[in-house]
């Protein structure tokens, strides 16, 4: 079986949750067992190092930003492999200091996020990385934090996309997801 159909095999659906009409791709049991975990791990970094770009043109990554909350669980053991910084984006109200600031539309709701002022550096390379895609709201409105503050961003990843939303996501730079749903 490959990685991806090992790791397809794992995560779980739930139709009508969080409310009618949305199935629920939960991906906590890859956290559950720790060789889907690895897999998971090890299939985003060797994307991000070895994929097609020829080593010579490759960008290192500076920064990986993880979005509130299923992309903190990723996103660290991510920058930890590549030696880059972890920048969380986080809802509302949570982060101290000065923040920017960016409201988004998602699936199912409406929320606003926030990212520390002087978190990413001018000219710093970033992946935004999360659990899953869908309308792609959230990783729209992460995007513009991180172009607020000078970064440029590499390429967003995600464990799952929901593929029959693909073509309104309002995303310009290149999106890499393990699973299609
Ligand atoms: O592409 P979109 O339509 O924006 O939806 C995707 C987002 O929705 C989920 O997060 P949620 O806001 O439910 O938060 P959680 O991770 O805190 O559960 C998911 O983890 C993504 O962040
Ligand atoms: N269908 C879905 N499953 C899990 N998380 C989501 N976030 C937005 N849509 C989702």
């Given at each position: ?17 969080p ?12 956290f ?36 509130d ?6 996103g ?18 949570k ?5 920017k ?6 699936e ?14 001018h000219g ?27 970064g ?13 939303l693909?073509?309104n ?13």
């Amino acid at each position: 079986m490959s990685d991806i159909d090992f790791l397809q095999s794992i995560v779980t659906r739930y139709p009508d949750f969080p409310k009618p009409g949305i199935v629920f791709l939960d991906i906590f049991p890859i956290f559950r067992d720790p060789v889907a975990l690895e897999t998971l791990i090890t299939h985003f970094v060797y994307h991000i190092t070895s994929h097609t770009i020829p080593k010579s043109v490759r960008k290192k990554v500076d920064v990986v930003v993880g979005l509130d909350a299923r992309g903190f669980l990723i996103g660290p053991l991510i920058a930890l492999r590549l030696g880059a910084a972890f920048v969380p984006v986080r809802k509302k109200g949570k982060l101290p200091g000065p923040c920017k600031l960016a409201s988004y539309e998602k699936e199912y709701g409406i929320d606003t996020f926030e990212m520390q002022e002087g978190a990413i550096r001018h000219g710093q390379n970033v992946v935004i990385v999360d659990d899953l895609i869908a309308t792609g709201g959230s990783a729209s409105a992460a995007g513009s934090l991180v172009r607020m503050q000078g970064g440029n961003i590499l390429e967003y990843l995600f464990i799952v996309e929901v593929s029959a939303l693909r073509k309104n996501w309002p995303i310009e730079d290149p999106v890499y997801s393990i699973i299609q749903e």
